[in-house]
């Protein structure tokens, strides 16, 4: 039986409130951007098709969550997004930043820079302008039903 999008988005928000913690992957303790969509999908048991995705510096440096999310999963258009797709965004130089569509925007665990210095968390927001100015590319989940 297929996972269904709805699953999907309901399993991101257990994630919710979990701190940020670079290449962390345990919900309720740490979790990074890619930590969060990796777990989500293994959970579900969509495959740890990020497995071997874990060799990346907390700078990023180039295109790697793209790069590797063009070379597992079915790149879509933006136009055709729906929950349980996942997004990769440029911050701000680097592809470097995935995040988990909804309904009401996206659910992403996101470590904000200076001058903020408050800690990072998994959190759902909606999906302003400047968010989606920064999407570089779209993706659905292989196996994924409606």
Not at 51 to 67: A, C, H, K, M, S
Request: net charge positive.
């Amino acid at each position: 039986m297929a996972i269904s999008r709805p699953q999907i988005v309901a399993e991101a928000r257990q994630w919710i409130g979990t701190p940020f913690q670079h290449q962390g992957r345990l919900r309720g303790v740490g979790v990074d951007c890619v930590g969060l969509v990796l777990c989500v999908m293994r959970d579900l048991g969509l495959g740890d098709w990020l497995e071997d995705f874990t060799n990346y510096p907390r700078q990023p440096v180039g295109d790697q969550v793209l790069l590797a999310c063009r070379d597992r999963l079915q790149e879509i258009p933006f136009s055709v997004v729906r929950p349980g797709d996942v997004m990769v965004f440029r911050l701000p130089r680097s592809a470097c930043h995935a995040a988990i569509a909804t309904d009401n925007g996206m659910i992403h665990a996101y470590s904000p820079q200076a001058p903020h210095r408050q800690p990072g968390r998994v959190a759902e927001i909606g999906l302003t302008d400047q968010w989606k100015r920064r999407i570089v590319g779209c993706f659905s989940i292989p196996g994924v039903g409606e």
